[in-house]
């Protein structure tokens, strides 16, 4: 059975032929990939999210393995805490690259999960639904997580806006968060070459109200990509390159070959008892 609600009237959803429809008759469309809308009309006349040449340059990039040692740590945490039959929320899935990865670990190991995700872009689960991963993707709003409450054993976060209010009213008890962020040096050396003035990320404290800190991992690993076009995708997925001018596309341009770090940590929470359900 879904977990996914109806964002009008917060009633479950229940399959209708290629809709889902909730008690009140409100229904929501399958789209041929597979995902279903379950944006509000406000959010729908506006392109949210991360548009397409994001979208296909993170998805060109990510395909070709350089983030690999980070996926495979990904998996490799919420496989750690997930048990038979959990269900796992990927809030802000984007196109799907590691909720994929995460779903075909527990695959190839025979173990059943419950596994969804959410994007408020609605070309990235378009994109993520076409993978055919088995895995129930919608077209939603972090901060109106259209999913119900305490229904998640655990939450993977990447790289996503944090809704602390919604992400702890959706997991259960005693629930695990697994967030990536990226860390101070991530793609340092890339920044330093196209800017005059590159800063360090800011990375905040790690305590987060409703959570219980659990710890981090850091994952930082070089990228030698010599290949222009894949050069041009990292930085087009990146939010530096809506931040650039035509001076710093000039540089980027003109570079042969890129090294430069890549720098992630893995945090992971646990649900207070005492957080507001």
């Known amino acids: ?14 399959v209708s ?23 509000l009309s406000k959010h729908g006349t506006t392109v949210h999210g991360d548009n397409k040449l994001m979208l296909k340059a993170r998805r060109d990039f990510l395909e070709k393995g350089y983030y690999t040692p980070l996926c495979a740590e990904v998996c490799k945490t919420v496989v750690k805490y997930a048990e038979n039959g959990s269900t796992i929320l990927d809030a802000g899935c984007g196109e799907g690259y590691y909720t994929s ?30 993978r055919r991963s088995g895995i129930r993707f919608a077209a939603a709003s ?3 997580i ?22 702890g009213r959706v997991l259960k008890d005693g629930g695990i968060m ?25 990375v905040k404290p790690y305590a987060l109200e409703g959570f219980e ?11 030698c990509i010599n290949d222009k076009s894949d050069i041009q995708s990292l930085f087009s997925m990146t939010p530096y390159y809506y931040k650039s001018g035509r001076v710093e596309q000039q540089r980027l341009g003109s570079l042969e070959l890129l090294e430069t770090q890549a720098d992630f940590e893995i945090l992971t929470y646990k649900k207070s008892q005492s957080s507001a359900s």
Not at 102 to 125: L, P, Q
């Open 213 to 223: 800190f659990l710890g981090s991992e850091r994952i930082n690993f070089v990228m």
């Open 101 to 130: 990865a995460v779903k075909a670990i527990f695959d190839r190991s025979n173990i059943a999960v419950n596994m969804y995700g959410i994007d408020i872009s609605k070309e990235a689960v378009d994109m993520a639904a076409k």
């Open 17 to 39: 032929g290629k809709s889902l429809v909730c008690p009140q008759r409100h229904s929501f469309d399958t789209a041929k990939s597979g995902y279903v809308n379950l944006l």
């Open 146 to 167: 259209p999913v119900k409450s305490e229904s998640c054993d655990i939450l993977l976060t990447m790289f996503a806006p944090y809704c602390g209010e919604e992400y």
């Open 142 to 144: 972090v901060f109106h």
């Open 1 to 14: 059975m879904s977990i996914f609600t109806c964002p009008v009237c917060g009633e479950m959803l229940g």
């Open 178 to 202: 697994v967030m990536v962020i990226p860390s101070e040096n991530h793609l340092w050396e890339l920044k330093s070459l196209i800017y005059d003035t590159p800063y360090k990320n800011e």
